[in-house]
Nanobody, 115 residues
Framework: VRLVESGGGLVQPGGSLRLSCEAS????????MSWYRQAPGQERELVAY????????TYADSVKGRFTISRDNAKNTVYLQMNSLKPEDSAVYYC?????????WGQGTQVTVSS
């Protein structure tokens, strides 16, 4: 099982990034997918999730209206489009795949928002 995040980097406040998480080793279309983030000294927090079919999405209040989660089951990939980025969005971003009782994590990708 592998979850490989990409797309992180350094961006100025107000900028955009698109994170990708490519999955392999399991039946991606059966799993709910989530993005989490963890800043230094803070707990890991849920940013957004999307159901297995992609028909329902949920967001943390702090990112509503700025971030969009989506998935392409044909490509085994989940995305996180991040717009209007703020310094407080800086963190390591992780993707997670879940279908009870199984859950898998990626290794994370660093996002830094700074001028």
């Amino acid at each position: 099982v592998r979850l490989v995040e990409s797309g992180g980097g350094l961006v100025q406040p107000g900028g955009s990034l698109r994170l990708s998480c490519e999955a392999s080793g399991f039946t991606f279309r059966n799993y709910r997918m989530s993005w989490y983030r963890q800043a230094p000294g803070q707990e890991r927090e849920l940013v957004a999730y999307i159901t297995s079919t992609g028909d329902t999405t949920t967001y943390a209040d702090s990112v509503k209206g700025r971030f969009t989660i989506s998935r392409d089951n044909a490509k085994n990939t989940v995305y996180l489009q991040m717009n209007s980025l703020k310094p407080e969005d800086s963190a390591v971003y992780y993707c997670r795949a879940q279908t009870w009782p199984q859950a898998y994590w990626g290794q994370g990708t660093q996002v830094t928002v700074s001028s």
